[in-house]
């Protein structure tokens, strides 16, 4: 019954807010004086960034004069992707870094060569993410969605926490979802093993809820630090990856849904607007911060419970469970 009254919400607000109807409301009252802001000398890393939401974002970091590192899984995509993004935007300072999120190895590797070069890290958007309408497994073992938008980010994020530390005042942006709201914090059950049959949209959003509690316990972990964690819903934007995880929503929908330009707009401004404006560890859609359960929704759980859900997750990773800058140095020398 409490799935259902969820469901029934979610879309509901999802109607209302998440559209392109939503946004042009939102907008109205947005102040855009950060929004021309110049991130030159700015180190940047998005994952995802060959496509939707994640490739908008990169032109829009490259546009302002960030130095860009785009993080593709597929070389070509991300060649092809980088191309675009430099001449669009005049910044030949945009790089292609390939690495699978999905992949602790690749994510090790990827954060070690960072951490090699001595490179600070000034923001982090983990963008990457994925809605399968089937179980896969990752050549590591792991159920492909978790691995993704779980467990993936939550391992780049801390291995890349020296370089943020570096780069401090430093923004660590989780591209979280909506659908978070019809689901708990699952503690039990990481990997989807009860979702019998397959059920992908469950699977991301239990999955886009642990991206939302690891971005309040690194807040947390992470307050006077110089490092930011905020999360975000871009809205329902029209993508690639809705065009093909969920056709008939996005059949029925493709009227409403946003451009990317508007599904990337509050990962932009999270990027540049004053760090003193902004909620650390909140849940944020169009520039506001969000409650992050619905009425009656029995979703709430306590920061012991993301803090497990944390020390789990770096468990798996095989990094120290504690956040924070003690972690941080530790992660700086890879155990894998
Ligand atoms: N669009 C929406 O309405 C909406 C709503 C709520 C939340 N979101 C979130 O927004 C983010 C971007 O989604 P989108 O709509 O822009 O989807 P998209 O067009 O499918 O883009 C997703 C990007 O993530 C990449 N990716 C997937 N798995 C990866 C991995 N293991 N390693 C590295 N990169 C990987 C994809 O690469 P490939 O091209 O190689 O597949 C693609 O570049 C996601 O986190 C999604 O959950 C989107």
Redesign the pocket.
């Known amino acids: 019954m409490a799935a259902f009254w969820r469901s029934a919400s979610f879309m509901l607000m999802g109607n209302q807010h998440f559209t392109k109807h939503g946004y042009a409301r939102a907008s109205k009252s947005f102040d855009n004086s950060c929004m021309e802001r110049s991130l030159a000398g700015r180190v940047c890393i998005v994952?995802?960034?060959?496509?939707?939401?994640?490739?908008t974002c990169s032109q829009e970091l490259a546009r302002r004069g960030a130095t860009l590192y785009m993080?593709?899984?597929?070389e070509e995509?991300g060649r092809q992707a980088l191309e675009k993004v430099k001449a669009d935007s005049g910044n030949s300072n945009v790089h292609l870094a390939v690495?699978?999120?999905?992949s602790l190895a690749s994510v090790a590797s990827f954060a070690a060569d960072w951490l090699a070069s001595s490179r600070p890290c000034h923001l982090l958007v983990n963008?990457?993410?994925?809605?399968l309408s089937e179980r896969m497994t990752t050549p590591e073992g792991y159920e492909q969605s978790f691995a993704?938008?779980a467990l993936?980010t939550a391992a780049l994020t801390q291995r890349l926490m020296p370089a943020l530390l570096a780069g401090a005042p430093s923004r660590v942006i989780i591209?979280?979802?909506?659908?978070m709201y019809t689901e708990t914090l699952r503690l039990d059950d990481l990997q989807h093993a009860s979702l019998q049959p397959w059920n992908g949209s469950a699977a991301?959003s239990r999955d886009?809820r642990r991206q939302v509690a690891m971005t309040e316990h690194l807040a947390a972990a992470m307050a006077g630090q110089g490092v930011g964690c905020y999360s975000m819903?871009?809205?329902?934007?029209d993508?690639?990856?809705?065009r093909s995880s969920i056709p008939g929503f996005h059949k029925a929908f493709q009227d409403k849904?946003r451009d990317?330009q508007q599904?990337a707009d509050t990962i932009l401004w999270l990027a540049l607007e004053d760090e003193a404006k902004l909620q650390p560890g909140a849940f944020y859609l169009d520039r506001s911060p969000q409650a992050k359960h619905l009425t009656l929704g029995g979703t709430h759980y306590s920061p012991q419970q993301a803090a497990q859900l944390w020390e789990q997750l770096m468990a798996m990773a095989g990094l120290p469970g504690q956040a924070g800058a003690a972690a941080a140095a530790a992660a700086g020398a890879p155990q894998q």
């Open positions: 994952t995802g960034a060959n496509s939707g939401l994640g490739f993080v593709c899984r597929n995509r690495c699978d999120v999905s963008n990457a993410g994925v809605l993704t938008n993936g591209v979280s979802s909506g659908g991301y886009k819903h871009p809205g329902w934007a993508t690639e990856g809705v849904l990317t599904g």
